[in-house]
């Protein structure tokens, strides 16, 4: 789906999904190259920009968190940037972006404040929006951290799932974010006259600030999702060694028993003595002591 918005300097095409006719009209309407309006249709897995005569081309990912399983996706957001245009180029999974291009369709104050300073300020407003969504998608992922740092010593299903999808969205939040920085550094250079616009190298450097913070909150957070799994280990170890203690314990209480009783009925078979009956319950409670004392044993060495 294709909106066209536009003042009298500055035209923004904003495309969702494209299709056919909506690269037929880049086609006809702008001068792109032809592997650009490919890479616009394939999905892209990393980003990057490039720098023509008369444009730029500028492929940006963005996390989206899916409410229903919690895991995090990327979204591809595509940019041309030229003298008196921008074309946004997404799949609609960022609502912020849909709410802006909504809110300057509809609205005359948005439209002024957006679509009257040049394409590179747009740009910079729509970057600037994208980042700052970003931020509470990381607070969640801190608020599920601080949740699974709460119950690492249950050693639950529930806690070790929990801990494994944390660590896979900050896997995937950090590979979408990884060159962000790259990208943002080569705006703040030398660039075309439709990229300048007032303190606009200040502006792409707060763009870089966020990306950077980002990172930082991912580093932090991956070594503590880390150390939660390592704790876990620790603690699944523990547990485990102290069952193989158990067992090994019962197991040599049990040996020593019926190794003794055996012996006593090879060397003395009581049904051939009827008056060393009395016997039978002195064996018993000797049985009885031998096991209470290698329990003891065990326990002062600290077995259990």
Avoid at 177 to 198: G, Q
Avoid at 282 to 289: A, K, N, W, Y
Wanted: net charge neutral; proline share 3%.
């Amino acid at each position: 789906m294709l909106k066209l918005i536009h003042t009298k300097n500055l035209k923004w095409v904003d495309i969702t999904n494209p299709e056919d006719s909506d690269i037929l009209y880049l086609k006809e309407n702008f001068k792109f190259h032809p592997l650009d309006l490919e890479d616009v249709v394939t999905p892209s897995t990393r980003i990057r920009i490039d720098e023509y005569d008369h444009y730029h081309f500028i492929i940006l990912l963005f996390p989206v968190l899916d409410k229903n399983t919690g895991d995090i996706k990327p979204a591809e957001v595509d940019f041309f940037v030229g003298k008196n245009y921008l074309i946004t180029i997404h799949d609609g999974s960022i609502k912020t972006l849909s709410n802006l291009v909504s809110n300057v369709t509809q609205y005359d104050g948005p439209r002024t404040q957006y679509l009257t300073q040049g394409s590179g300020y747009l740009l910079f407003s729509i970057l600037e929006l994208l980042f700052k969504r970003s931020f509470p998608i990381l607070d969640q992922i801190n608020k599920e951290m601080e949740g699974a740092g709460k119950n690492i010593f249950s050693l639950d299903n529930a806690t070790l799932e929990r801990l494994s999808r944390i660590k896979k969205n900050i896997i995937m939040y950090r590979r979408i974010m990884k060159m962000h920085k790259y990208v943002l550094s080569r705006l703040t250079k030398k660039s075309k006259e439709y990229m300048i616009f007032k303190d606009y190298k200040a502006c792409f450097q707060n763009l870089i600030e966020y990306a950077e913070n980002i990172w930082d909150v991912l580093s932090s957070d991956k070594e503590s999702v880390e150390s939660y799994e390592e704790t876990n280990q620790s603690l699944a170890a523990h547990r485990a060694n102290d069952i193989l203690r158990i067992l090994t314990m019962f197991s040599v209480i049990i040996f020593l028993l019926t190794l003794i009783i055996n012996l006593i009925m090879l060397i003395l078979d009581i049904s051939k003595f009827p008056g060393l009956g009395w016997a039978q319950p002195m064996v018993f409670v000797s049985l009885i002591l031998m096991a209470v004392s290698m329990l003891l044993y065990f326990k002062n060495m600290k077995w259990f």
